[in-house]
């Protein structure tokens, strides 16, 4: 049984000390590999949610620059429009750890930003395997913009991760009540509580006691922001290259 250990606390003054990339990579591709095990059996208890998933071939609408990435309907559509999301916060931290940003900061949010790194890398890969497994067919690659995003400046990248992790929180929110299937609800609020740590982590690395901001949580209620496919399409769109914008029309409540 894989348990999960403390993790030692990042040492400004003693860098070296912190896990070595490759340690922290082979113990997270452990990782990644027990969460599609578990995630697969769990989406495999009781009734096949395949019976349950509807079946949308993955295509693209207009051609050249125009083309949109359709990302189907039913639970497939929303595990590939996960995905989507998973693939741009993948590539967006890919981009910072390899940004002189990345080099200059403390021990302390190094330590952070590579453990979102990994995280992210392990949800976009479990949603891939996940669409396959289940008989459907993942979205291709995506091809980021991140022209906008100086990630040699510490406020330009801690700005991007923190509307990319808000955003990732609001999408899951907003489309948890479109999976049919309950296996795949669980799964999902699994990672939703994954990238709601990130988002509260960013937030008071941009400015202490920050996490849970009236902007993103509704205080009267203590319910964080939804937001609706197209709304989280609008603003990824942004940050995706001509060719592989979302077309998320097909999820809906109907």
Do not use: W
């Not at 929303?78 to 890919?94: I, K």
């Amino acid at each position: 049984m894989l348990k999960a250990q403390p993790n030692p606390a990042p040492d400004e003054a003693a860098p070296d000390q912190l896990p070595t990339p490759l340690q922290r990579r082979a113990f997270l591709r452990y990782g990644s590999a027990a969460l599609a095990l578990t995630g697969l059996a769990l989406a495999g208890c009781g009734q096949d949610p395949a019976d349950k998933l509807e079946l949308n071939a993955v295509a693209t609408q207009d051609e050249g620059e125009n083309a949109l990435i359709d990302v189907g309907s039913g639970d497939f559509g929303v595990l590939n429009y996960a995905y989507a999301l998973e693939q741009l916060e993948s590539a967006f931290y890919d981009r910072v750890l390899a940004g002189s940003y990345h080099r200059r900061a403390s021990a302390a949010e190094n330590y952070a930003l590579f453990d979102i790194h990994e995280h992210e890398k392990v949800h976009r890969d479990f949603f891939k395997a996940a669409i396959a497994a289940l008989g459907g067919t993942p979205i291709p690659n995506l091809a980021p913009d991140f022209s906008g995003i100086d990630f040699d400046n510490r406020t330009s990248v801690l700005t991007a991760a923190r509307t990319f992790e808000d955003l990732g929180v609001a999408a899951y929110n907003g489309a948890g009540p479109l999976l049919r299937s309950p296996e795949l609800l669980t799964i999902a609020g699994k990672i939703v509580s994954v990238e709601a740590r990130h988002a509260a982590l960013i937030r008071d690395i941009i400015q202490d006691g920050t996490f849970v901001g009236p902007d993103v949580v509704d205080l009267r209620t203590g319910l964080n922001q939804s937001l609706r496919p197209a709304q989280v399409a609008a603003l990824a769109n942004r940050f995706l290259q001509p060719g592989s914008k979302l077309n998320v029309s097909g999820l809906s409540r109907g």
